[in-house]
């Protein structure tokens, strides 16, 4: 997302995206946090289907509440923008969030980033990939100009920011970019043809050498997508994801949480439930430092509000500068 993020804008960015979801009601929490009328509410960044969540985010829940003796409670959110307004209003304590997710949930409200993911167990980034079909004739950057290019989502580093880091510092000009909506639709859009190329995540190599980005997510519905869908470039890399916490949470509970959370990335049950739900192996401690590379592509890139929005200027105007004058 090219917008500096220290600035009013980002905070008028995330304002117009929260009022567009129609999401500023919350509930006055009471009791003590951890306690059984006032549970610690861990978010679940959204990546894979219902069903995933479903299965696994109840392991991390019993697992927290037996090592913490805190009650949990697994909220799946159906957007990082969900997430960002739950930390402004204190409904979120803790995350799992992406990267550009937890930057403007640090700006807006003073998010921390205590631990962040790793995949292959040592490796603390990952990159975006850029996908075509195989008989589209497009074999490396260059062919994209004046193709059209589907971008998977504003609010994700590797399948819009850093995907347009790398055309604009080659000089690609497309015809034109669209959102897909999601890692899984711009592969989907990419193999049906619907558009030339489309931007997604790619991660590192599992420990058995196995590598992993959202073409596999499609796999049983198009068992040829990977054979149908090659990648033509990668971009620069990007730091993991980081399990966020509320800034505002006690040292205590914090304490309590991150370890926790670390002893349960290193059991095989462990291991296994964040593979499953983010492509992940483990956990390791981080801190907000560990995405200043990030902040420094979102000044270079220096996007206005827009060109960032989908549709942004009329829906500012509309919308956000009434709001700001009432």
């Not at 500096?4 to 009601?25: N, P, Y």
């Not at 960044?45 to 927290?64: C, D």
């Not at 994801?241 to 949480?257: N, Q, T, W």
């Not at 291991?271 to 992940?280: A, E, G, I, Q, W």
């Amino acid at each position: 997302m090219g917008v500096i993020m220290r600035t009013k804008t980002i905070a008028v960015l995330i304002l117009a995206c929260i009022v567009g979801l129609g999401v500023f009601a919350c509930k006055a929490r009471k009791g003590n946090i951890g306690s059984a009328t006032n549970p610690i509410r861990f978010y679940f960044m959204p990546l894979k289907e219902e069903a995933v969540f479903n299965a696994n985010a109840p392991v991390i829940k019993n697992y927290l509440e037996q090592k913490t003796g805190l009650a949990i409670t697994a909220v799946p959110a159906p957007d990082f923008l969900t997430i960002i307004k739950a930390f402004n209003n204190q409904q979120a304590d803790v995350a799992f969030m992406n990267t550009l997710g937890y930057l403007m949930a640090h700006d807006w409200s003073k998010t921390e980033a205590p631990l962040k993911t790793l995949y292959g167990d040592i490796y603390t980034s990952y990159r975006g990939e850029i996908i075509a079909r195989v008989d589209r004739g497009i074999n490396k950057p260059e062919d994209l100009t004046g193709k059209t290019i589907a971008f998977a989502d504003p609010f994700s580093a590797s399948g819009y920011l850093y995907a347009m880091k790398l055309l604009n510092d080659r000089g690609i000009k497309p015809a034109k970019t669209i959102f897909a909506g999601g890692h899984k639709k711009a592969v989907e859009m990419v193999y049906k043809g619907e558009v030339d190329a489309a931007a997604t995540y790619h991660s590192q190599p599992s420990g058995s050498g196995v590598g992993g980005d959202a073409r596999n997510e499609l796999l049983k519905q198009y068992p040829d997508v990977i054979a149908q869908v090659k990648i033509i470039a990668l971009t620069d890399e990007i730091p993991n994801g980081p399990v966020a916490v509320r800034y505002d949470l006690s040292p205590e509970i914090k304490s309590k949480l991150v370890d926790a959370l670390l002893g349960f990335a290193n059991t095989a049950e462990g291991r296994s439930v964040l593979s499953n739900l983010y492509n992940v192996t483990g956990l390791t401690k981080a801190g907000d430092n560990d995405y200043s590379q990030v902040r420094d592509v979102i000044k270079k890139l220096g996007k206005k509000i827009e060109e960032v929005v989908p549709g942004g200027l009329t829906f500012y105007e509309q919308t956000i500068m009434p709001m700001m004058r009432d």
